[in-house]
């Protein structure tokens, strides 16, 4: 054991379960696993438990309804790891080790049960001039204001779809944005027809018309979308239309997106099976694979009080063969039944598949263009042509587009999942069985 | 601790020493500073933060000597350097 740099020794960590992600799933799971007794550790890409819903500034207070929650995990004796990406998960005879990168140093997690956590991102769908700085996701806008950026005195416009346009407008509004309209792309029948449904959830009702308040003074439109950003070297105007006629508005900030698609790569890197883009669970949270749970977004879009109840299912039963509280069956069964109404009216129009044109860029880390990819049979023949999806991130944010306009099937998805260093993926106990629990030290210290 | 009770951090943005709240991010503190343009593209394409939650990886900067540093996933801590693109 001499001549490597330190660095290439893992810290380890073993564990009962481990939970991928902390946001309000993975955060239920893993109080409800360690207040049960089990250790348990979650980790997650952020600087803070909480995931992108319940994100706050570091060492600011978080929101009423996180707060509880975080205050909860900290007590639970479950241990939080932060700043850590996965980047390989490997079956092995006692359950699975997981490769991550924590401050740039490789962290392996011996860990018998995984809950997967791992949450949503937003689908984009590529335009002309959406690469140009100032065209944002509007969770991602949501995201900057909550790390502490200003957008006081920024003209704003949000042209994408989904509820969660409302929350961000509202935002903007709040932080003094000069937020000139708010541009849903679904229908107004189709709109109305959700809001119409949000009288069988009349506390979604309320929280939509709470929102709505905060940006009375600007425009809320229906059936009108962004067909192109313009500007040089960062965004200056966009073009947008109702189908009928087309129109500018001059913008410091566009925030654009689609809704929300579950964060699968991880699950489908273990080999659960993925239904309709989701990991398919049975009623106690499990996946196909033994020992490998999976709770929240990433199970289909529903919401942090889905999540919760998830989590709470999963963290409660995982490891044993107690029957999850059928308190918490039901109320997951009702919370599923609304989240599916609405994705049904916030699906993405059939214009938007005319949006990107031939020289249009479809994957923003290898700059291929829409043009170069659209003769290809299949994903994995245009990853070879043209690099599209190979970049850093991993086809995260072009393949679901490429998904929506040409009907591409998903990849395999290999190790590592995200980009690491060399360090981490070089990283080995060698000579070490996978050790007998309990085992919570690093390598350093135990080669010593 | 300076008025509001919020304290402020030093940092260093492409040679120039600034001030920030203590907590922000990187990405948020760039914004702040009206950059815009965080990396360049493979074809020399300048660009900015879009997800913001460390997926879409177009943040992409180099912080204390250590490239391809997600500005989002990076909180801005007393004495950091950050370099960005450079668009000339």
Known sequence: ?448 | MPRGGQSRISIVINGDRVEVPAGITVAAALFNLGITALRMSVSGEPRGPVCAMGVCFECRVTIDSRPHQRACLTAAVDGMHIQTASTS
């Open chain 1, 1 to 448: 054991m001499t001549g490597l740099r330190v660095d290439f020794y893992p810290e380890i960590v073993a564990a009962d379960v481990a939970v991928i992600g902390a946001g309000p799933g993975g955060i239920a799971a893993a109080v409800s696993a360690a207040e049960r007794g089990l250790r348990v550790v979650v980790m997650d890409r952020g600087l803070e438990p909480g995931g992108q819903i319940w994100r706050h500034k570091a060492g600011a207070a978080a929101t009423p309804e996180a707060q509880p929650w975080i205050t909860r995990l900290a007590a639970s004796g479950a241990r939080t790891i932060n700043g850590t990406s996965v980047v390989d998960v490997r079956p092995d005879a006692d359950g699975f080790e997981i490769i991550a990168e924590s401050a740039s140093r490789p962290l392996h997690i011996w860990a018998a049960d995984i809950i997967l956590a791992t949450g949503a991102r937003e689908l984009f769908i590529p335009f002309d001039g959406w690469t140009l700085p100032g065209v944002m996701g509007i969770g991602g806008t949501q995201a900057l204001i909550k790390s502490g950026a200003s957008f006081a005195g920024k003209r704003v416009v949000i042209a994408g779809s989904g509820p969660l346009m409302l929350p961000v407008a509202a935002s903007l509004a709040d932080a003094g944005a000069n937020l000139l309209l708010v541009a849903e792309q679904a229908r107004r029948a189709a709109v109305a027809q959700f809001a119409t449904g949000l009288w069988r959830t009349p506390s979604l009702l309320l929280q939509a018309a709470k929102y709505r308040v905060r940006f009375l003074t600007s425009s809320y439109t229906t059936g009108t979308w962004v067909t192109a950003a313009h500007g040089v070297d960062r965004l200056e105007s966009i073009t947008l239309t109702d189908g009928r006629r087309t129109w500018r508005h001059d913008v410091d900030v566009l925030c654009t997106g689609y809704g929300l698609i579950p964060n699968v790569e991880i699950a489908r890197l273990i080999g659960c099976e993925i239904r309709e883009g989701a990991i398919a669970v049975d009623n106690r949270q499990r996946t196909n694979v033994d020992h490998v749970l999976a709770v929240g977004e990433a199970t289909g879009i529903g919401g942090a009080p889905l999540s919760l109840i998830e989590g709470a299912i999963a963290g409660s039963t995982v490891g044993s063969v107690e029957a999850p509280s059928g308190h918490l069956l039901r109320r997951r069964a009702a919370l599923v039944g609304a989240a599916g109404r609405m994705l049904d009216v916030f699906a993405p129009r059939e214009e938007l598949r005319s949006l990107p044109h031939a020289d249009t860029i479809v994957c923003r880390c290898e700059d291929v263009s829409f043009g170069a990819v659209q003769g290809a049979a299949c994903a994995r023949q245009a990853k070879l042509y043209t690099r599209v999806g190979m970049g850093p991130c991993q086809g995260r944010t072009c393949m679901p587009a490429l998904d929506f306009l040409l009907a591409w099937q998903a990849d395999s998805v290999r190790p590592p999942v995200e980009p690491a260093l060399v360090s981490v993926l070089s990283s080995e106990v060698a000579g070490e069985a996978t050790p007998s629990f309990p085992l919570t030290s690093s390598v350093g210290e135990a080669y010593q």
